[in-house]
């Protein structure tokens, strides 16, 4: 039976903390671009609105990791240590590479979006 190496707690911490700092840096971002150009009667609203999508969003990647994570592990027996870590590890990895194809959305961003957070002027559109 092959062992598998263990990981220094070190850095496990650190992994976590770095995702913690990633996934705070891009829920903020976000956020404050959900409402730039909202105007302030209609904050309440926008507010409302994205929370209800920022769950549900969390909520289907949940879904989407679980699904890709027993696609991975098939008819495996999940007490297999081995088969589950290498399983675990594809899962991670298809769903590292499908969020950085997600991010490619945000080049769809125009030269004006978030302007008024950063108390930039406006860029003419060309």
């Known amino acids: 039976m092959m062992r598998l190496q263990s990981m220094p707690i070190v850095l496990i911490v650190i992994l976590g903390m770095t995702q913690g700092l990633c996934n705070s840096l891009q829920f903020s971002s976000m956020n404050s671009l959900a409402y730039a150009d909202v105007e302030p009667g209609n904050s309440s609203m926008a507010s409302s609105l994205a929370s209800s999508?920022?769950?549900?969003?969390?909520?289907?990647?949940?879904?989407?990791?679980?699904?890709v994570a027993a696609w991975y592990l098939g008819d495996s027996?999940?007490?297999?240590?081995?088969?589950?870590v290498v399983s675990l590890h594809h899962a991670f990895l298809t769903?590292?590479?499908v969020t950085i194809l997600s991010?490619?959305?945000?080049?769809t961003l125009h030269a004006n979006d978030g302007?008024?957070?950063?108390m930039r002027t406006r860029v003419d559109d060309q």
């Not at 999508?53 to 699904?67: D, E, M, N």
């Not at 991010?103 to 080049?107: D, E, P």
């Not at 302007?115 to 950063?118: E, F, K, R, W």
């Open 53 to 67: 999508l920022q769950q549900v969003s969390i909520g289907f990647g949940l879904a989407c990791g679980s699904l």
């Open 77 to 84: 027996s999940q007490s297999d240590r081995w088969v589950a």
């Open 95 to 97: 769903l590292g590479a």
């Open 103 to 107: 991010s490619l959305v945000f080049w």
């Open 115 to 118: 302007a008024v957070m950063s």
